[in-house]
């Protein structure tokens, strides 16, 4: 069964950082573009990246500059490195591939406040 598996989230302070991590199963990542998304309860889904397999990216305008985000298609595995971060970045945030979404997976939430 393929799924995706996001982790690294916590707490944190404005103006720290931290580094989620999307493992991936199976076939299901080293050839296909992949996103990371974020939500809040009671608001829709909201893309904030995107990575192709070939490793270029872009970001949305809202984490651009502050967020990096980087795979190794040798490990099935992408990282959202999260800088600057701000109390809006508060959310659950959720990888998949950008065509052809595998089932989401738990998420993991991010925390920012004093």
């Known amino acids: 069964q393929v799924h995706v598996v996001e982790s690294g989230g916590g707490l944190v302070q404005p103006g720290g950082s931290l580094r989620l991590s999307c493992l991936a199963s199976?076939?299901?990542?080293?050839?296909?573009?992949m996103n990371w998304y974020r939500q809040v309860p009671g608001k829709q889904r909201e893309w904030i990246a995107l990575i192709s397999y070939t490793g270029s990216t872009n970001y949305a305008n809202s984490v651009k500059g502050r967020f990096t985000l980087v795979r190794d298609n040798a490990k099935n595995i992408m990282y959202l490195q999260m800088n600057s971060l701000k109390p809006e970045d508060t959310a659950v945030y959720y990888c998949?591939?950008?065509?052809?979404?595998?089932?989401w997976g738990q998420g993991t939430q991010v925390t920012v406040s004093s």
């Open positions: 998949n591939r950008a065509i052809n979404p595998v089932p």
């Open positions: 199976g076939s299901i990542f080293s050839t296909y573009d």
